[in-house]
């Protein structure tokens, strides 16, 4: 455990100072460095596979089918800065937009079916707090039994029905363009900017660098962990309902395995931007990047016909190569 | 405190009383549940998740996670259905061989990311999981194994044996008792309890947690790679689409069940084959009650937090620890 | 002082030990005699506790040879240290909780295979005849969970004892333990000297070393003072060596004036913690809280300032009873509390000193929820002025910083807010010496400027020096209260150790 | 094996030299089945490639690894990029596809719905192509059941999901036919079952019917899953003599119950005329040729003539093929 003897390390004192390190070092270990060369290098490469894909107007409408997770990840990152972590959004996609289906079906107008969406969000949200925060449980294995315990819920509403016929002034968010930017990338925009100066600027993004830091040292410094804490359950849960009726606004209809298995592909986004997975450290910059290195990726492969059985395989080593990769930075910056 | 110890000790008591109430109460509702016939049906349903929760008890008592089995499962089930359909002249025990073999270099895959960068288990083979299923397409080239590639003896595994009882059902039995003894009468296998129990003291007192821990999750592949045979045989065919899929969360809801505590340490063979059991039971009596399957799901996760809470609920030494304020 | 003939069974030369970039031992020589029972002396962080984890294989020395029984040994791990027959027995004791207490005593020892069979009754049988060597009741089927500090104490001696060691190390094994209990180990130690084993012996209580220690080392701040037969020592002269200085000029002459009652607890009870804590603290004055490791002083600190509230009692600030829910109930009553354990309940390691230091005190950096950077810049450059932090800049992680450094950026999160009570949890534990003296200034002067401050320290020189009354705790409960005048090392320990000789089983937290 | 990882390299290959493969123009065509790894699909691929080969068309498969509502798209976008002229797909969704399709339309590609349709959803796709008169599933299967049990005794059906559309359709027709049809008076319906097409919970369901229902004489599975999980379990149970299975099956899968009698005899239609026929239907709609209105006929050599139905739907054969010990050894998929 070399964390905890450079702990006892810390504890049994020393003597000088070391000196700060120069900028450019401090520049070169920024989480979101590595994933910028990606996204060049990614770029570059797809470009080559196939001549199709260098097209501005089809990589945006290709990532229209990642940026729903994308603003997820977005609040998934917050999340595990703080130090925890939630599997369960992509399950909380599926059950909010069956219930918004539901309640819609049951002869609601769209507004109420909406609000009942973002309030079960929330709910669920507040459920996986209450475990994590209440009853003091791992989120890791807590949001692994919300993640089969919400997507079980969402095939009982829905069975394999898709549930559909919304009215057209609800279907298709994202064919409504502004220039050539489709209107969830104007979403995912906006939201990264808004996120992104929450954490960086205001005394609640700091609390949470200083909470996934330690945890116990921001308890004594009177920060409130457990109410921080329950607010990110919450805005997960929130930003998944949004990210659930961005789905079916997409879809035009909604059925219990929308989203699945999304919960790998915003673990993915977040590490591959540099987020550290045992909190403490991360950026909505970083995050930010790796969504287009994730679209560019996945775009790239489809449109050169690579076939799934590599895609599956190339998103897999993904996720443990970056992980590994800001680790060993971190491990690296820490000597 | 001393209830804190009789809880412990009463986990596997209480895994057969809800084992024996859940049955009483199905069979008021439809007394055919309560028939010899059920219990063959239960019998035949649990081998394929015995084998592999054996495996997953292991990775969860050394206070880790395997997600990626199903995977396993599935990759080792293929790569065994190729040997049969290609070389139908070898002779059986090969695609045994290559099962068990190809399911524990997996593992040893996990362990050996999950022991080097220190990275949690639970996202590392969340990334295998869609790796290996990766890799599992490309060695099969997306075709599957159909049913009349699998060779006869292979499918009556499902079926007889000398004694009368499938054996699937022997196999996994014996598996459980090997696991027991394992577990009980070897040093290693203490070391896995240790190394659950406190992770930071294990080192300190001399146990080798990076070869422990690889071995556990190779054992868990190996065991989820013996799993795959038995799904050939009790299916009869394998699909790299199918095969697998979703599994993994059938395994842990079984050893939950089964009282194996999620922050490593506790746990009992008997109690995990009690939670297997129980989940047998459950998957047996929703198709007789006439539940639809779409409960299944929302069933495993619902049981997954209630043996959270349960377990948290005896570390802290009983509700009002639960309930006491402050950091633990 | 070694057996002519023999030669030392361990003999170190020039161990020097860093972690990140820290030199916490420097270039130290020792021999370790066959037969022969050593104190490792020291204050807290002078590199005792790192030493003897360099022999038993927890740390690695960065510099330096260690030779056993004449040659050269490498110890890299604690498996090594096992299979050369070196065992640790740890400060704070290492158990299982899940495995039994038999399992416990035997668990991870080296010799062979892994697939070896483990033979239950044998365990049981070892166990059971361990226990009775050393005098305790303790039923060994039963898992460790729920076992007091003291009987995991004895069963971590026991373990060292079934390991067939020839060099046993006790990290200060006696801190929890009854004077009785104290006894039956020192006759055991006695017994295993006499077959010729070694061991080390590290501990503040100079009377035990007495009683056992054929020769005492003295270290001070990561180096090696000196190696002498313990008679050829008085008490003053190891005090001298240890602390570098004559006690006599830490003693803060108090000029300030003690005034109303600002913190009054009473009844204050946290079953398994602490029961029945009653006391108050003047304004301007200095209350030490004394008493042994696990005795529940930190629980009752953490405690008062909301961190684990206790469930029954009352907490009166400045006469007016107060709800302390949680840490920032505490803040808003001006109580500010620096923790004993600052690498993990202190310091954002990570995080920049500015951020570090002003971590308390969110309304003052950000008044509408934003930061401002020039105001943050302002506030932590001013701290760093006023508490001499020597750092390279303000944005440079705390963790780069020395540990008497981070103490300073703790204290000054603190003092920025202003509190009218403050509680200091061994605030000088592992600080280098000249920035101790330093501290004692500093908590003088805040008492001298009418704060409340309760001082709870395990360094009785240091709790002699400061305060102005002494309360001496002990498994959970307030057993003195001594003034200035009468209170002496001798009345603090009497009151500290547990006298009934039989542990209360409640009594089980580490403080 | 060999075949299929060629096709692989060759696609690779044909897709990085695109640009310059096609002086002559051919007409560009993609085939996105449900998922990836399921042999039904691997036949109507073949046919598609034979198709082709004769016609001279580009043709192109991608599909997605698991058969999710949406999982589909991010393929069919990227094959709209590519320029494909013809998107030939069976659709995991009846309608999470349709803003997809639309626009695919509105820029000329023609949209094939293959194997399945998509109910209400008619006017989001140009055309269907349908392996066999779906009507006549129903009645058909309770027949090949009945001639096996002397039309008498208890039966039941194990279907998909619950909520699955073609097997509902079936199923309300094996109802009706059961009912109205004095012929199977004597045969009795005793339950349905959803095994979900999920193997395990397919078996355990058959299981389940088999405790159940001690005098149960037969069971009809219309889906490929069941039909295999009945099959296995009447024989694992050693009832093979007194419960009968029959339903849609792929041969392949089928095979070993045939030969070793568990099973006499189950139905299906021929997926690889379905990929023919929409090479051919395909081809000619784009080069004008044909015109995709109702009563055009169409002809495809190995098939002969095809008539366009109402809404578009094309029937590759009009009645299902029985697979029994005689003839099974002629089919390989």
Redesign the interface.
Known sequence: ?SA?????????????????KPRWKILLVRPESVTFVLLILATIVASH????FA?LG?IL??ST?YIEFAIVALVLTLVIIAGEIDLSPAAMMALTACIFGTVLKAGAPVPLAMAASLVSGLALGAFNGF?VTV????S???T??????????A??LA????I?SFPSWF??I??RMVGIVPVPVIIFVLASIALGLFLG????G??I??IG??E?????????VRRIKMGLFLASGLVSSIAGLM?AS????V???????G??TM?LIV?LGGTY??G??GSILGTFLATWLLVII??GM????????????????L??VS??AT??IYARS?? | MSLVRRLARAREAGILVMLVLFSLVVGLIEPRFLSGETVRIVLLAIPLIMVAAMGEMMVLLARH?DLSIGSILGFSAIAAGMVFRDHPEWPLFIGFAVAILSGAALGFVNGL?VTL????S???T??????????L??LSG?KQIDPNDIPEPIIRMAQTSPFGIPWIVIIAFAVALATWLFLTFTQVGRQIYAIGSNP?AA?LRGIRVVPVTILVFTLSGALAGLAGIIYAARFGYVNPGITGVGFE?TV??AVVIGGVS??GGIGSVAGTMLGVLFLGAVQVALPILGV?G?????????I??IA??ID?TVRAGGIRG?LARG?? | MSTPGTGPLVAARGISK???????LRNVDLDLAVGEIHALLGEN?A?K??FAKILAGV?RPTQGTISLAGSPVEIGSPIDAQRLGITLIHQEPLSFPDLSVAENLVIGQAGGSPLKRVRWSELAENGKRLMSLLGVAIDVRQPMRGLSIADQQMVEIARALASDSRLIIMDEPTAALTPKEVETLFVIARRLRAEGRTIVFISHRLEEVRAICDRVTIFRDGEKIETAPTASLSDADIIRRMIGRPLGEFIHRGTSHVGAVALSVSGLTLPGRFENISFDVRKGEIVGLGGLVGAGRTDVARAI?G?APAASGSIAVNGKPVAIR???D??ANGIA?V?E???????????SVE?NIT??V?DR??PH???RRAAEKAIGLEQVRKLRI????L??PI????????QKAILA?WLLSEPEILILDEPT????IGVKAEFYEMIGDLAAAGRAILLISSELPELLALSNRILVMCEGRLTAEIPRAEATQEAIMQAAVPRSGVHSHSAGAAA | MLRNKWM?VA??GA??L??AAYAADPVKIVYIPKN?GNPYFDSIIKGFEDGCKKLGCEF?T?????A???SQ???L??QL???VDVVAISPN????L??VFD?ARSKGTIILSVNSDMPGNEDHRDAAILPVDFTKTGPSQVELLGSQIGYEGDIAILSA????PDQNVWIAAMKDTLEKDPKYAKMKLVTIAYG?DDPQKSTTEAEALLANYPNLRGIISPTTVGVAAAAQVVETAKKADKVKVVGLGTPNQMRRFIENGTVDAFQLWSPYNEGLLAAYFAVGVKNGTIKNEAGTVVEVPELGKVTIGDKSVLKTQADLTTFDKKNIGDFNF
């Open positions: 455990m905890s003897e450079q702990r006892q390390g810390v504890n049994q004192a020393g003597r000088e100072s070391a000196a700060a596979l196939s001549p199709f097209d089809f409408e290709s089918y475990f009853l003091r449980l791992p890791i294995i807590v692994i039994g919300t993640l089969i315990l919400y997507r079980g819920l095939q009982v069975g394999d029905k898709s559909g279907v298709g994202d064919y600027i205001t005394i609640y700091r609390q660098y200083q830091t330690s116990m040292a921001a308890i004594h410094a009177g920060i409130r789905t997409r879809l035009g209809s059925r219990y395995d929308l989203a699945s298995g919960e790998l673990v590490m997975i045992f403490g450290r996945a775009t489809t449109v050169a016909n690579i076939a799934i059985n590599a895609q599956l395989t190339v998103m897999g080593l996720l443990i992980i590994v680790n060993w820490q000597r | 996670v990311i960068f220190r990275l949690p639970i996202i590392v969340l990334g295998t999981l869609s790796l290996y299923r990766g890799l397409f490309i997306s930071g080192p969360f842990i809801a999620i922050n639809s779409f409960w299944q799901n929302a069933i495993y996760g619902g997954i937090l959270l809470v948290r639960l950091t633990a | 860093s972690f990140g970039g820290v030199e916490v962080g590199g506790s790192t740390h300032f961190v949680e840490p920032t505490a803040i509390f923790p354990d600052r690498a993990i309940a202190g310091i954002f390691r990570t995080l951020s971590a308390a969110p950096i950000a929820g934003l930061i020597r750092l390279a800049s944005r440079q963790g780069e910083l020395s540990g008497g450094n981070q999160r534990r592992g600080i280098d | 692989l696609a690779l897709s990085l695109t640009g990836t192109t991608v599909a997605p690894a698991t999710e509502a949406t798209i991010p393929f976008t990227a990029q590519r320029g969704s009846p309608d999470a349709n803003q626009r999901t619950t909520d699955a979900d």
